[in-house]
């Protein structure tokens, strides 16, 4: 059950405005009712500010009265129209503990996804067209040690990024009227993982 925002002043507010019962109250911040009874005996919490879930759009009015009147029933957070995040355009972090296990990312996805351009590499795994290049061309740095592993068991990429790189470049083939090339056999390394 989603719990409203400042869960400890919102519980402040509603033991002094209102006259709900603690069970209705802790249910609602999910907080243990004895915790909720501290609160109303001013041993816990006592420079806690009280939180407003009428005007910040948790609880209507009307909720409230309805819980007041009648014990048995529960308070219920209004659903956030909040838009989902999405992911910022630019550079991708990676991790320092991560950035070794990039090339053996591109090495992956240059053997299973041939159709993908450098330029869709580089922004599904936050490297550079260079490093693509010297990946490619054996001629990387550590290319002894570059073992072709999945990037997202490497949580470099999720499986729906990667899904959606592919199916890009597929469309592009097809409109291009080239051959698209059939998906990668599960290897034995993907399946162990």
């Not at 209102?18 to 999910?30: P, S």
């Not at 991790?95 to 580089?122: C, E, G, H, M, Y």
């Not at 001629?139 to 890009?168: E, F």
Request: hydrophobic letters at 40%; one cysteine or more; proline letters at 9%.
């Amino acid at each position: 059950m989603p719990l409203p925002l400042m869960p400890k002043a919102t519980a402040v507010w509603l033991i002094e405005k209102t006259a709900l019962t603690f069970e209705q109250i802790a249910e609602f911040c999910g907080l243990h009712p004895l915790e909720v009874q501290a609160i109303a005996d001013g041993e816990v919490a006592q420079g806690i500010v009280g939180y407003d879930p009428v005007a910040n759009h948790q609880l209507t009015a009307e909720e409230i009265s309805r819980c007041e009147a009648d014990p048995t029933r529960r308070l219920t957070l209004i659903p956030a129209n909040n838009p989902v995040p999405r992911r910022a355009r630019g550079a991708r972090y990676t991790p320092v503990a991560k950035r070794n296990d990039r090339p053996d990312a591109i090495a992956f996805v240059l053997r299973n996804f041939p159709q993908l351009t450098d330029a869709q590499i580089s922004k599904l795994l936050g490297t550079t067209k260079e490093t693509i290049q010297k990946v490619r061309e054996r001629s990387h740095w550590n290319s002894a040690n570059i073992k072709p592993r999945d990037p997202v068991i490497l949580g470099l990429c999720t499986q729906t990024d990667l899904h959606a790189m592919v199916t890009q470049a597929n469309e592009r083939l097809t409109r291009e009227g080239h051959a698209v090339p059939a998906p990668p056999l599960p290897s034995e390394e993907n399946e162990a993982a």
